[in-house]
């Protein structure tokens, strides 16, 4: 577990905005080839600790390191291009062009013709299996749909490690199973993820360690198991009034808003 | 040393005016969160209905204010429900709308007025007060108290009043405001009208000092998105003290620099401030949300 | 907050939506035209363009008409570049027009030198001047940058009647009836329109190359969504400013060929923004916003209506073109964003539809 070793590396990163405390002395490693779940209760900072990461927004203290060097200096597409890919929260599909076009907007970054980005381009969807739609104007998705194809622009940048915004945010329970088969496939070739969840069932079945963010703070960090029985992030969703119970979190503490 | 005071009190008169035009638009501005192009129109619009109503009604124009502003609100309403509403969301069709709204209205009393340019004689547009060894002409003077006072009274409007209060809630946050229950259009489509009744108010006022042609409106809205952007969106007394600015900095400029300058000084204003301080001097709405991203 | 309203959207648009597509053999082909189709397109598009030059060649005032229309929609093109590529609406084109006007004109006057060869390096030059504007005001959010786009051509207009011994001031700049080729300027009047259509015809054909290219790609993401742009690499200010290079650099070569072609230019003549700035982005509004076909649709419609308009009401009513032009921008910003080729596209869509679900 040296943090040699460490793909990802935050150190006692913070955020201020006037006199708000959105993250506060974050630290969190992330090694290549795991899998790493956030989660918090609503308002915890997650999305703002990942705008922190992806350089959307500049930290107020701390560091963010990739591959052993400082990043914090350098604007979101450098650290796309670095090998940084992101899905956002809100699906942002660029709905006047089509599927495939939408992906070779990602593939572009390592093809410089037409011709190989769309190759390029195809692969990828055929990889998260939707190459039918290629030619489906992207406005025209379905939810799940539209959240694959962020997959599969972030994939088309050919990433070390893909950041996912609760991608499974508003997805039924079929859509779902099918997502973490996916991202299963994905990670079983080599792909390194941190991801946002809301799904305590996702995080179950996709996760190699959990941390846990409330109010901006880094409260707890384990396994999935260990996060999940938690005292402390119990407390921490449910409130003090449930302290004790022993019990676990309801497996569908989903977020609708 | 006189000169100066002179230009000074040039400028300052000068500025009494801008922050009269320009008060509808940082109205608007601030609020429904559009830019209109059209506003230099609906002075321009105020500015004939005093004409007509002195032609025909034989009113003098200070009178006309209560005629012609009510119209030219109503005109706002119309401009709003009608154009802008339906383009919420879409800034840069706006654009296109309230531009084109612009040479619509221009070039339609343009037609109208076949060309000809009109002026109004009033008792105060010759008359001059003398203080000192200045002579300061009544009509501005005239314009400079009307500028304050309609500041003055817009603030008491949005502290005061219901009204007010909601547009100042709408202003500051919409989302918020329509979770509060304030119906967000409605206040939009009353806020414009005000905005509109302002620039026909100016525009009445305005007539005993320029002389009315279709193109007049064109002076206005430029020097006026200087005195909004400078004073700061959403902030009554920002418009008026950014005109104050406005005016003196044109009549210095105009006098130690260039006369045919002048105007390009509305624009160097502008661009600065929107470079370096986005939300003007006493911006009330956020940097981000009305012209400026965070750049990284 | 945002994403509840976003998801209760995206239900609504799933629960009308039936079963997925069944997944049949890709159709990797045609999902991007091949590069066959879309140049063969614009030939094609070209030919028809170029047919009532053939036609009316002969016909002293038409050739006039079609002559500044092929110049307006090969403007038109170059804005639309920036305007409806990149989706950066900018109103002050006329400064680099002015440029190319301008320093055409005053080297032409001053040296001799032939426009043919000034006009590629005053080009760059616009560019260069576009980029070093632009820098700043592209943080600008949209109407914000169209009134500070707006404000450049106000200042550009005071400066060029203030310094009169470069411009001529406001008493404009008059170049000499010297016909040649080398000089650019011709006897004929035909021959001015076919100058103008190859313009047209290049700055089309650079649109079509750049819509397939990666820089055309990367605008149009930066113009669908910026923060999407950047977590796909792109640098967004970059790709703004190299299309805003690229549209200033063709309408700066549009302001050179309007200059040997008037042969007189005047601060009114090339910064009214309804005649020059604005109607470039009226034309391929009405045309269709971000298409190949739109700019050169949109001024076949409007110049020669214009132009009968005036001829026919000027006297009457001055200003009556404009009133209605002004007309029409606003209902086409109400009613018909995509312009007349959208209309086009949407119709060509609902047929298709039609045909699809007749074949089920």
Same mark, same amino acid.
Not at chain 1, 86 to 104: G, H
Not at chain 3, 50 to 76: Q, R
């Given at each position: 577990m040296s943090s040699d070793q460490a793909m990802l590396r935050v150190d006692k990163v913070g955020k201020q905005f006037g006199g708000l405390r959105a993250v506060d002395d974050v630290s969190l490693s992330v090694r290549k080839g795991e899998i790493v779940s956030i989660i918090g209760p609503n308002g915890a900072g997650k999305t703002t600790f990942f705008n922190l990461l992806t350089g959307q927004l500049a930290p107020s203290e701390g560091e963010v390191r990739f591959d052993d060097r400082s990043i914090n200096a350098l604007p979101p597409h450098a650290r796309?291009?670095? #090998?940084?890919?992101?899905?956002?929260?809100?699906?942002?599909?660029?709905?006047?062009?089509?599927?495939?076009?939408?992906?070779?907007?990602?593939?572009?970054?390592?093809?410089?013709?037409?011709?190989?980005?769309?190759?390029?381009?195809?692969?990828?969807?055929?990889?998260?299996?939707?190459?039918?739609?290629?030619?489906?104007?992207?406005?025209?998705?379905?939810? !799940?749909?539209?959240?694959?194809?962020?997959?599969?622009?972030?994939?088309?940048?050919?990433?070390?490690?893909?950041?996912?915004?609760?991608?499974?945010a508003g997805l039924n329970q079929s859509e779902v199973a099918h997502e973490i088969e996916l991202l299963q496939e994905l990670h079983a070739q080599g792909l390194t993820f941190l991801i946002i969840e809301h799904n305590l069932k996702v995080v179950r079945a996709f996760s190699d360690r959990v941390v846990v963010l409330d109010r901006g703070r880094l409260i707890a960090?384990?396994?999935?198991?260990?996060?999940? !029985?938690?005292?402390?992030?119990?407390?921490?969703?449910?409130?003090? #009034?449930?302290?004790? !119970?022993?019990?676990?979190?309801?497996?569908?503490?989903?977020?609708?808003? | 040393m006189e000169q100066l005071v002179t230009v000074l009190v040039v400028g300052i008169l000068l500025g009494g005016i801008y922050g009269l035009v320009s008060i509808g638009l940082n109205l608007i501005f601030g609020?429904?969160?559009?830019? &209109?192009?059209?506003?230099?129109?609906?002075?321009?619009? /105020?500015?004939?209905?005093?004409?007509?109503?002195?032609?025909?009604?034989?009113?003098?124009?200070?009178?006309?204010?209560?005629? @012609?502003?009510?119209?030219? /609100?109503v005109l706002g309403m119309l401009i709003q429900r009608l154009v802008i509403q339906p383009l919420t969301s879409e800034a840069n069709m706006q654009i296109f709308a309230t531009f084109g709204l612009l040479m619509f209205f221009q070039n339609l009393m343009l037609a109208v007025s076949r060309g000809e340019a009109y002026s109004v004689a009033s008792t105060s547009s010759d008359g001059a007060l003398?203080? /000192?060894?200045?002579?300061?002409?009544?009509?501005?003077? @005239?314009?400079?108290?009307?500028?304050?006072?309609?500041?003055?009274?817009?603030?008491?409007?949005?502290?005061?009043?219901?009204?007010?209060?909601s547009i100042r809630a709408v202003t500051q946050d919409k989302r918020a405001a329509r979770a509060m229950g304030i119906n967000v259009e409605r206040t939009f489509l009353i806020t414009f009208g005000i905005g509109a009744a302002l620039a026909g108010?100016?525009?009445?006022?305005?007539?005993?000092?320029?002389?009315?042609?279709?193109?007049?409106?064109? &002076?206005?809205?430029?020097?006026?998105?200087?005195?909004? @952007?400078?004073? /700061?969106?959403?902030?009554?007394?920002?418009?008026?003290?950014?005109g104050l600015i406005v005016g003196v900095v044109e009549a210095f400029a105009g006098y130690y620099i260039d006369p045919s300058l002048r105007s390009a000084v509305w624009f160097v204003i502008f661009l600065v401030v929107l470079i370096v301080r986005p939300a003007g001097l006493l911006g009330q709405v956020g940097a981000e949300e009305v012209g400026f991203r965070e750049q990284h | 907050?945002?994403?509840?309203?976003?998801?209760?959207?995206?239900? %609504?648009?799933?629960?009308?939506?039936?079963?997925?597509?069944?997944?049949?053999?890709?159709?990797?082909?045609?999902?991007?035209?091949?590069?066959?189709? %879309?140049?063969?397109?614009?030939?094609?598009? +070209?030919? *028809?363009?170029?047919?009532?030059?053939?036609?009316?060649?002969?016909?002293?005032? $038409?050739?006039?008409?079609?002559?500044?229309?092929?110049?307006?929609?090969?403007?038109?093109?170059? $804005?639309? *570049?920036?305007? =409806?590529? =990149?989706?950066?609406?900018?109103?002050?084109?006329?400064?680099?027009?002015?440029?190319?006007?301008? +320093?055409? =004109?005053?080297?032409? *006057?001053?040296?001799?030198?032939?426009?043919?060869?000034?006009?590629?390096?005053?080009?760059?030059?616009?560019?260069?001047?576009?980029?070093?504007?632009?820098?700043?005001?592209?943080?600008?959010?949209?109407?914000?940058?169209?009134?500070?786009?707006?404000?450049?051509?106000?200042? %550009?207009?005071?400066?060029?009647?203030?310094?009169?011994?470069?411009?001529?001031?406001?008493r404009g700049m008059m170049i000499p009836f010297k016909v040649g080729f080398v000089n650019m300027i011709f006897r004929e009047r035909w021959q001015y329109a076919l100058l103008m259509f190859?313009?047209?015809?290049?700055?089309?054909?650079?649109?079509?190359?750049?819509?397939?290219?990666?820089?055309?790609?990367?605008?149009?993401?930066?113009?669908?969504?910026?923060?999407?742009?950047?977590?796909?690499?792109?640098?967004?200010?970059?790709?703004?400013?190299q299309g805003m290079a690229l549209s200033a650099g063709l309408t700066s070569i549009g302001g050179t060929l309007f200059t040997m072609y008037l042969r007189y230019i005047d601060p009114p003549t090339l910064f009214t923004l309804p005649d020059v700035g604005v109607k470039f982005a009226l034309l391929s509004l009405i045309g269709g916003i971000g298409t190949i076909a739109g700019p050169l649709l949109g001024a076949a419609l409007v110049i020669p209506f214009e132009n009968w308009l005036r001829a026919e009401l000027a006297d009457s009513l001055p200003g009556v073109s404009l009133a209605i032009l002004g007309l029409v921008m606003v209902l086409a910003a109400l009613f018909m964003k995509r312009g007349v080729m959208g209309a086009f596209e949407d119709l060509m869509k609902r047929r298709r539809g039609a045909k699809e679900r007749g074949q089920r």
């Open positions: 796309a291009r670095l #090998g940084m890919g992101r899905t956002f929260q809100i699906a942002k599909p660029l709905i006047a062009l089509n599927v495939l076009e939408n992906v070779m907007i990602g593939a572009f970054m390592q093809a410089g013709a037409l011709s190989a980005a769309r190759d390029q381009a195809m692969a990828v969807l055929e990889r998260v299996g939707m190459a039918h739609l290629a030619p489906r104007r992207a406005g025209e998705l379905t939810l !799940s749909e539209r959240r694959r194809l962020e997959v599969a622009r972030a994939l088309a940048l050919q990433p070390q490690i893909v950041l996912l915004d609760e991608v499974m960090e384990g396994t999935a198991d260990e996060i999940l !029985s938690s005292p402390v992030v119990i407390e921490a969703y449910l409130g003090a #009034g449930h302290m004790g !119970s022993g019990r676990e979190l309801p497996a569908s503490v989903t977020n609708e808003g | 609020v429904v969160r559009i830019v &209109n192009f059209a506003q230099g129109e609906l002075v321009m619009f /105020g500015m004939y209905g005093s004409y007509y109503a002195s032609t025909y009604l034989h009113l003098s124009p200070y009178l006309s204010v209560f005629l @012609v502003a009510p119209l030219v /609100g003398a203080i /000192g060894d200045l002579k300061l002409s009544t009509a501005r003077l @005239v314009t400079f108290a009307a500028s304050t006072l309609i500041t003055v009274g817009l603030h008491f409007f949005l502290s005061r009043t219901l009204m007010g209060k108010m100016a525009g009445a006022l305005l007539t005993p000092i320029y002389s009315i042609t279709p193109a007049v409106g064109g &002076n206005f809205i430029l020097a006026a998105f200087a005195v909004v @952007v400078l004073g /700061g969106l959403g902030s009554v007394w920002g418009a008026y003290i950014g | 907050m945002n994403s509840t309203e976003d998801i209760m959207r995206v239900r %609504a648009t799933a629960s009308t939506r039936t079963r997925p597509v069944p997944a049949g053999p890709a159709p990797r082909r045609d999902v991007i035209a091949s590069a066959g189709s %879309a140049w063969g397109k614009y030939l094609v598009g +070209m030919a *028809i363009a170029f047919a009532p030059f053939v036609l009316l060649i002969d016909d002293s005032h $038409w050739i006039n008409i079609i002559a500044v229309t092929y110049l307006m929609g090969g403007l038109a093109a170059a $804005w639309n *570049i920036i305007g =409806g590529f =990149g989706g950066q609406f900018s109103l002050g084109h006329g400064v680099f027009f002015a440029i190319g006007a301008y +320093m055409t =004109g005053g080297l032409f *006057i001053s040296f001799g030198w032939s426009p043919w060869l000034t006009m590629l390096p005053i080009a760059v030059l616009a560019g260069g001047v576009a980029m070093l504007l632009s820098w700043p005001t592209f943080r600008l959010r949209g109407p914000f940058f169209a009134i500070a786009t707006l404000a450049f051509n106000e200042v %550009a207009f005071v400066l060029a009647n203030h310094l009169e011994s470069l411009t001529g001031g406001p190859c313009f047209a015809a290049l700055v089309i054909g650079i649109s079509v190359w750049l819509r397939r290219s990666r820089l055309g790609y990367y605008l149009l993401a930066v113009r669908e969504d910026e923060d999407a742009a950047r977590a796909a690499g792109i640098n967004v200010l970059a790709v703004k400013l």
